[in-house]
């Protein structure tokens, strides 16, 4: 079997140990970090995304996933946040109240710090008052918000109205990003941008970050 299939399968099987153990066999065997991510980890989160949803898996299943991928994310993580000097801008992340998924919001901040931005991630269950607290201290460039519920994701307006009452909003660019968002939303609740994967997140702070120099 091949490396990726094998970390996606472990992945999959929710087994910590042996996912890390096939990724530091991949690296190891020169496989490149970004591969190993993406058609290791990510293929095998997408597989039990699937059977999530279709009921053939199950919660307590799913937590030992989120435990096998972070394994495997720890190992690649430094590899992917490649020391750059000049920062290209700061960017605050957090998945918003009441929501506790943090993989993807996780991605994003280690492909952003990859591409040579400063992340001050605020984890997750973030409320209103710590993000606008964030924006306060770290003077970001941009603040991203990650939400996976359809129930959680109305906190995101809400940030983006504080933002507004407390005069910060002209200060920051918002995104926005999880499965349920979509640009529609990003556009009804009056964010800067959305984006459906970490890749395309950094493409779009630094979209982001042009307009406002050129502004
Ligand atoms: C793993 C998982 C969990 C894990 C989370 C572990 C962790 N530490 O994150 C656990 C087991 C804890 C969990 C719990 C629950 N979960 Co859950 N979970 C998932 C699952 C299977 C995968 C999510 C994931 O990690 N995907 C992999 C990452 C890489 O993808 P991603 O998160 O989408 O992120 C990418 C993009 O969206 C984007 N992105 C993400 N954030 C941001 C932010 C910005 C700024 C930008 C620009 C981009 C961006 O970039 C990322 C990287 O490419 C999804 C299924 C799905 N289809 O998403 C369900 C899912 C999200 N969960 C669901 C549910 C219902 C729950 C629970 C309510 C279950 C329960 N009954 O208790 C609880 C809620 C707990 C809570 N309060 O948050 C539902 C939500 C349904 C809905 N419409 O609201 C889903 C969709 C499953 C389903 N179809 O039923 N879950």
Redesign the pocket.
Known sequence: MERYEEIAEHVQNGYSEKARKAVEAALSEGCSPERILKEGL?AG??V???K??SGQMF?PE??A??GA??AGMELVKPLLVAAKHQSLGKVV?G?VR????????N??AIMLQGAGFDVVDLG??VRVEKFLEAVEREHPDVV?????????MVHMKTVIEALKQRELRTRVKV???????SRNFATEIGAD?????????VD?VKELMNHAQQQ
Not at 98 to 105: L, R, S
Not at 144 to 152: E, N
Not at 193 to 201: S, V
Request: glycine fraction near 10%; proline fraction near 2%.
């Open positions: 990510i989160m997408d039990v995304a699937a999530f949803k919660l799913v937590l996933v989120a991928m972070k992340l998945t009441g929501d506790m998924h943090d993989i993807g919001k991605l994003v997750t269950d991203g918000m990650s939400a996976l519920l359809t129930t959680t995104i926005i990003g999880g499965a349920p968002i941008g959305y984006a459906r994967d970490a890749a395309t997140a779009l």
